[in-house]
Nanobody, 122 residues
Framework: QVQLVESGGGLVQAGGSLRLSCAASGSIVFINAMGWFRQAPGKQRELVARITSGGTTNYSDSVKGRFTISRDNAKNTVYLQMNSLKPEDTAVYYC????????????????WGQGTQVTVSS
C-alpha cells in the first residue's frame, strides 16, 4: 500500500507564492516519476509539472517560468514552488506517483493524493 499526503495549499493574493509538498509512504522501493496535477471547477484534471527520479522535468505551458518542481528521492517527497500566482491557477492540486516499485508487488502505476485547495484572489 502506498499513500500520498499533500500539504501547503491555501488562499493567496495574485502575485503571491505558495509551496506545495507531497510525501509518499508505504512499502516503496522506488518511484520513477512524481508530479502535480490540478483540477478547476468544471474542467478536466490537467498536468501541471512532472519530475523523474533522474531530475528530468516538464511543465505545462501555463506555468512555465512561474512554477518549479523538485523532489527529494531519499524522502519520497515532491515539491511545487508556485510564484507569481494568478487567479486562473485556482484549483485543487493533486500529487501523483507513477511507476512505483512496491515491495512484494512489483511495479504499480498512478497513485494519487487526496488533493489540496489553492485559491488565488484577484
Amino acid at each position: 500500500q502506498v499513500q500520498l499526503v499533500e500539504s501547503g495549499g491555501g488562499l493567496v493574493q495574485a502575485g503571491g507564492s505558495l509551496r506545495l509538498s507531497c510525501a509518499a509512504s508505504g512499502s516503496i522501493v522506488f518511484i520513477n516519476a512524481m508530479g502535480w496535477f490540478r483540477q478547476a471547477p468544471g474542467k478536466q484534471r490537467e498536468l501541471v509539472a512532472r519530475i523523474t527520479s533522474g531530475g528530468t522535468t516538464n511543465y505545462s505551458d501555463s506555468v512555465k517560468g512561474r512554477f518549479t518542481i523538485s523532489r527529494d528521492n531519499a524522502k519520497n517527497t515532491v515539491y511545487l514552488q508556485m510564484n507569481s500566482l494568478k487567479p486562473e491557477d485556482t484549483a485543487v492540486y493533486y500529487c501523483n506517483a507513477d511507476r512505483v516499485v512496491v515491495l512484494g508487488r512489483g511495479i504499480r502505476s498512478d497513485y494519487w493524493g487526496q488533493g489540496t485547495q489553492v485559491t488565488v484572489s484577484s
